[in-house]
């Protein structure tokens, strides 16, 4: 799986901003405060999602809440174009206050796929890796500080 594109329709402190990545590689530069740690995050949000199950959020989740709700309000959204081992392209859409708009959508067929990959009750694309959110992030995504 390869993520193409990140979109923050609303995320921490950035608000209608789209990342492309590169075939390759991107690094992402920057002075302090310029939104990398908040890409990283929303590029694992995009493709991850959050726990929608029955009960009260996780610590971890009510964190990241905290952390990276839209600074200004709005929406609190993202999205990531992605391409799948099998040569297939999806958009993600990951409507993270309610995540109740969330979705995965075969770019090539135009149908919906999100049923494919459901982990705890919204869209996961982890799961085409066989992996899940905690390990994709466990595996994929090192924080800043770790």
């Known amino acids: 799986m390869r993520i193409e594109q990140v979109a923050a329709t609303g995320f921490g402190p950035l608000v209608g901003q789209v990342l492309d990545l590169a075939p390759a590689m991107t ?3 920057g002075g302090n405060e310029t939104a990398k740690s908040s890409w990283h995050a929303a590029t694992y ?3 991850c999602g959050i726990r929608r199950g029955r009960g ?3 610590e971890r989740d009510r964190n990241f809440r905290a952390r990276h709700q839209p600074w200004d309000g709005g929406p609190w959204r993202v999205g990531a174009r992605i ?3 099998d040569g297939r392209a999806v958009e993600i859409t ?3 206050d309610e995540r109740v708009d969330c979705r995965a959508i075969d770019l090539g067929l135009a149908r919906d796929v999100s049923g494919e990959i459901m982990n705890d009750g919204t869209v996961d ?3 085409w890796l066989g992996l899940g959110r905690r390990a994709f992030e466990a595996t994929a995504c090192i924080r800043q500080g770790d």
Request: proline share 0%; charged share 10%.
């Open 56 to 58: 009260q959020a996780h």
């Open 27 to 29: 690094v992402v530069v």
């Open 45 to 47: 949000a995009a493709v």
């Open 125 to 127: 694309a982890s799961m």
């Open 83 to 85: 391409v799948l081992d």
């Open 94 to 96: 990951q409507e993270l």
